[in-house]
């Protein structure tokens, strides 16, 4: 018996933010900025890439959406989709 799953658009992330060879410097503000871009346009969901590396980009990261009120939740992605090496991020709703 074959199933099928209907999969809606807000099922996927708008847009994506790829940080591969950032620094925490740098990646920070470009979170921020897109984030802020992102809820201006009424996205519900984005994903950022940061990469496995150290871990250290991907904690920062955790760390600043944490913090940040346009941010409903966050989880690694799925593995099909980055795994550890990327953050799904459903953006709080206006």
């Known amino acids: ?54 871990g250290t980009l991907r904690l920062e990261v955790d760390r600043y959406l944490s913090r940040n009120s346009l941010v409903a939740r966050h989880h690694p992605a799925d593995r099909f989709h980055g795994g550890s090496g990327a953050t799904e991020v459903e953006l709080s709703r206006r």
């Open 1 to 54: 018996m074959k199933r099928s799953h209907s999969f809606q658009p807000s099922d996927y992330p708008a847009a994506e933010l790829d940080l591969h060879a950032r620094t925490v410097e740098e990646a920070i503000p470009l979170v921020e900025e897109f984030l802020h871009d992102a809820y201006a346009r009424g996205w519900q969901r984005v994903r950022i890439v940061h990469g496995k590396g150290t």
